[in-house]
T-cell receptor, first 110, second 114 residues
Framework: RKEVEQDPGPFNVPEGATVAFNCTYS??????FFWYRQDCRKEPKLLMS???SGNEDGRFTAQLNRASQYISLLIRDSKLSDSATYLC???????????FGKGTSLLVTP | NAGVTQTPKFQVLKTGQSMTLQCAQD?????MYWYRQDPGMGLRLIYY???????DKGEVPNGYNVSRLNKREFSLRLESAAPSQTSVYFC?????????????FGPGTRLTVL
């Protein structure tokens, strides 16, 4: 079983739509969780960290369910500029390694 | 403030050739990393350096060597390139423990091994 699994998509949504991405992780001892964004042929960039209490940054909301080993990202009022690949990232244990999911592709259309 | 820079941006090698990928950061970060990204595989950690003077293997270290030249620079060397090493290579850095702190990535090096 892969350590971090994501639905690869693509998710095609119209501008203004709400879209949700899900991610599951296999190691129950995982310590930290992130969503990174990667534009086509560019480097990944941190979108947001994911905290146990859930967190929100503008149109983006991330949630963590430790019991189900599940992370989600909700994007409200989608913009054309949100088109990208969203990477779910998990630290499986203390230390420096991060496990990256393969990413979920989002295309927002006019 | 350039962040993380990588050279070269593109490279084509023949099987058996060697090369070094260069990475530098100007953010005074302690930790640096090398990843490779292949289609359908996600990013995988090759090597990392938690601090100047230390290096450790990641998930896929075979066929690679690294050097933490100083606090700013972390290079990745392919001694005898193989077609399986065709990939996009990203260097990253973080202020402290990269498992808890944001990792900043360079623009990547696209390597093709024929």
């Amino acid at each position: 079983r892969k350590e971090v699994e994501q639905d690869p998509g693509p998710f095609n949504v119209p501008e203004g739509a709400t879209v949700a991405f899900n991610c599951t992780y296999s190691n129950s001892a995982s310590q930290s969780f992130f969503w990174y964004r990667q534009d086509c042929r560019k480097e990944p960039k941190l979108l947001m960290s994911v905290y146990s209490s859930g967190n929100e940054d503008g149109r983006f909301t991330a949630q963590l369910n430790r019991a189900s080993q599940y992370i989600s990202l909700l994007i409200r009022d989608s913009k054309l500029s949100d088109s990208a690949t969203y990477l779910c990232v998990v630290n499986p244990h203390s230390g420096y390694a991060l496990n990256f999911g393969k990413g979920t592709s989002l295309l927002v259309t006019p | 403030n350039a962040g993380v820079t990588q050279t070269p941006k593109f490279q084509v090698l023949k099987t058996g050739q060697s090369m070094t990928l260069q990475c530098a950061q100007d953010m005074n970060h302690n930790s640096m990393y090398w990843y490779r990204q292949d289609p359908g595989m996600g990013l995988r950690l090759i090597y990392y350096s938690a601090s100047e003077g230390t290096t450790d293997k990641g998930e896929v270290p075979n066929g690679y060597n690294v050097s933490r030249l100083n606090k700013r620079e972390f290079s990745l060397r392919l001694e005898s390139a193989a077609p399986s090493q065709t990939s996009v290579y990203f260097c990253a850095s973080s202020e402290g423990d990269g498992a808890y702190n944001e990792q900043f990535f360079g623009p990547g090096t696209r390597l093709t091994v024929l």
